[in-house]
């Protein structure tokens, strides 16, 4: 079956602009995440949507970051007024159930803000 | 000080040699994961523990709730093992190791 799915698979964008990453999880996963990788540095978590439960939203770094999740199944990670530091890849997985399941990432997406 | 603390930070290999990857956490968890990165590539879950041992082909992964302490073994290793394993655990909250990058030479 198909697996996790992020578009677009690289995003060039200027200082300032906002940006929207997708995410299509494995269908029948209610659990999705979304974590960051920038150069050189390790796996950041960012935010935790479970079915219908409020996103665990404490990775984000700041408010300029927000994502919805809608249906249960198609993600979208927004980032307002883009700075430099927010180039990395943004990567998304999902699982069964809980946080405790066996996690399946998507290819990420490489954002890079001039 | 980091949650989870990795070791080796990077690790060559011979190819055949019998690899062994660190992981402490200092933090309650639910489970811990071991991810592999290959270089310019996705991340795939090798692994997901909870308690004792779990074997996969030539992995295998092992995890000491008490000691907070878990490892990951490869057996008769090989050049395609090379890539960056990541070490994280799911409690509350998320925690990632920083990587052991394996290189295995022909």
């Known amino acids: 079956g198909a697996g996790v799915s992020q578009s677009p698979s690289n995003k060039v964008t200027e200082k300032g602009k906002d940006v929207e990453l997708r995410c299509d999880p494995i269908s029948g996963h209610t659990a999705l995440y979304w974590y960051r990788q920038s150069l050189g540095q390790g796996l950041e978590f960012l935010i935790y949507f479970q079915g219908n439960s409020a996103p665990d939203k404490s990775g984000l770094p700041s408010d300029r970051f927000s994502a919805e999740r809608t249906g249960g199944s198609v993600s979208t990670l927004t980032i307002q007024r883009t700075q430099q530091e927010d180039s990395a890849v943004y990567l998304c997985?999902?699982?069964?159930?809980?946080?405790?399941?066996?996690?399946?990432f998507g290819p990420g997406t490489r954002l890079t803000v001039l | 000080k980091n949650e989870v603390e990795q070791s080796p930070q990077n690790l060559t290999a011979q190819e055949g040699e019998f690899i062994t990857i660190n992981c402490s956490y200092s933090?309650?968890?639910?489970?811990l994961h071991w991810l592999q990165q290959h270089p310019g590539g996705g991340i795939v879950s090798l692994f997901m523990l909870s308690s004792g041992k779990k074997k996969h082909g030539r992995l295998i992964a092992t995890i000491n709730i008490q000691e907070k302490h878990s490892s990951l073994h490869i057996t008769a290793s090989h050049p395609r093992d090379s890539a960056v394993y990541i070490c994280?655990?799911?409690?509350?909250?998320?925690?990632f190791g920083t990587g052991t990058s394996l290189t295995v030479i022909p």
């Open positions: 997985a999902s699982s069964l159930a809980s946080r405790n399941n066996e996690q399946f």
């Open positions: 933090v309650g968890i639910s489970a």
């Open positions: 994280a655990v799911t409690g509350n909250q998320f925690y």
